[in-house]
């Protein structure tokens, strides 16, 4: 039944591309919901659990329905036990210090794990859309521990979780006072004017801007740069385009002028949709139906915490870069009185994307390649948006593809690629380093001249939507 509606939808004649892509998006969250198992009389395991426990599931799922609806205004379903988890205990535990901050993030400096560090330091810009610990969940999953230990002095941005006070806040200040006010810290707490930088996800966007504003000013203090999982070209944006048009954006304006800011729950949502199966429905079926208790995850616990987003900064990015795409057309958009040209860019630069991403769509992101005027190297990884990044070398799960040239398909690309086993990471370790300088005497924060603020991973980060 859930096929042939899905396939006399997609027959329909005479919709244009977008909106038979949102019709055949909504017609399977239908038939998502619909699906006999979220329903106790048509799950035989529901039922078995009913006639064996004589209701406790149903009444225990009812108690966990009014928590839900009680704690989060029905928004939010219970993903994980909440309480296995505290950032700062269990979660972003990597030592280090706070060692500069402004309105919109901290900036984080690890400790050194070896004697003898890489003389170009490490600076990370996470996406503001999530908070930074993606990156340093568990010591055993942490791309930032393990990036200390590969010799690297790690720094990271841990963007603020705004409130109206920061409504009017742009892209233009989130790179001023972001990347860029990164790059000075950077520079004055090791000594060191060049840095290598990682964007990932929206944070790779940012960087691409930046890099091309950083371009048309003569500003070389980028050696390197790895985008993890980012777009620039928006042509094909995969589902989240869904949401994406005149009269959704003009709903999201209204809503945004009241508190100055999008709610936290309501980008959470959204992705929640974007898998309904694994994150809605599976726990409505799990904690309602079951009775059963949300399971620890560290993942889903991160997934939950979930940040705002400034109503002008938002906008513009959801206007710019997903409905007009302008960011990969020359002079397309302006920051700080510059217009952003990426074929400006001739900044090293190393691609990872990951192939069963629901979000930035590795044939999407491979279009970057096209777009800067430097070496570009491109890397697909196996799995998805999240785990396909966070995939240590000990894990020893899905593996990768390389190809030393890039040419203009992706479909290209990948025809002449070479499978890899294992991670990525040592993959990219190892590009890294040509572009780090030679080894110098480990580096701890406050050694140069900035002064520690706090312990990491700050206090930024702890706040809550």
């Not at 205004?73 to 402004?102: C, H, M, W």
């Not at 491979?366 to 990884?381: E, H, I, R």
């Not at 294992?422 to 572009?435: E, F």
């Amino acid at each position: 039944t859930a096929r042939w509606m899905q396939n006399t939808v997609s027959e329909v004649e005479g919709l244009d591309d977008k909106t038979a892509q949102k019709v055949d998006f909504y017609t399977r969250q239908f038939v998502d919901a619909l699906a006999p198992s979220n329903f106790v009389m048509t799950n035989p395991e529901v039922l078995r659990a009913t006639m064996e426990s004589r209701g406790e599931n149903l009444v225990k799922g009812l108690e966990n329905l009014l928590t839900d609806l009680e704690r989060g205004e029905g928004n939010r379903i219970r993903q994980t036990d909440e309480s296995a988890f505290e950032v700062g205990r269990n979660l972003a535990i990597t030592p280090g210090k706070v060692v500069y901050q402004n309105e919109l993030f901290q900036l984080l400096q690890f400790d050194p794990a070896t004697e003898k560090v890489y003389k170009r330091p490490l600076l990370i810009v996470p996406p503001w859309i999530n908070k930074y610990y993606i990156l340093d969940l568990r010591p055993d999953n942490s791309l930032v521990k393990w990036s200390t230990e590969q010799g690297f002095t790690v720094f990271v941005m841990s963007w603020v979780n705004p409130d109206q006070s920061l409504a009017g806040k742009t892209l233009e200040d989130y790179m001023l006072e972001g990347p860029l006010a990164a790059l000075d810290a950077v520079a004055q707490a090791t000594g060191e004017r060049k840095v290598n930088m990682v964007g990932y996800c929206l944070g790779g966007t940012l960087l691409a801007a930046t890099l091309g504003y950083m371009a048309n000013r003569g500003d070389d203090r980028c050696a390197s740069a790895t985008f993890l999982a980012a777009m620039t070209d928006f042509t094909e944006a995969g589902e989240l385009a869904v949401f994406i048009d005149e009269e959704q954006l003009a709903s999201l304006e209204a809503r945004m002028a009241d508190t100055g800011y999008l709610e936290g729950s309501e980008m959470a949502n959204t992705f929640n949709m974007l898998r309904a199966n694994d994150l809605i429905w599976s726990f409505v079926v799990s904690n309602y139906l079951l009775g059963k208790d949300p399971f620890p995850f560290d993942l889903l616990y991160w997934n939950s915490d979930s940040t705002r987003m400034p109503a002008a900064m938002h906008i513009f990015y959801l206007r710019k870069m997903y409905q007009e795409n302008l960011l990969v057309q020359a002079g397309g958009i302006e920051l700080d009185g510059v217009p952003i040209d990426l074929a400006d860019v001739t900044t090293p630069s190393f691609l990872l994307s990951t192939r069963e991403d629901h979000i930035a769509p590795w044939k999407s992101t491979y279009a970057t390649t096209q777009s800067f005027s430097g070496p570009v190297t491109f890397c697909l990884a196996e799995s998805g948006h999240i785990a396909g990044v966070v995939n240590p070398p000990a894990a020893n799960k899905y593996h990768h593809w390389t190809n030393t040239k890039t040419p203009s398909t992706p479909d290209g690309w990948f025809d002449g690629a070479a499978r890899q086993d294992g991670s990525w990471w040592p993959t990219w370790k190892k590009w890294l380093a040509k572009y780090s300088g030679p080894k110098v005497p480990a580096r701890h924060p406050g050694d140069g001249k900035l002064t520690p603020i706090e312990d990491a991973p700050g206090s930024y980060v702890k706040v809550k939507s």
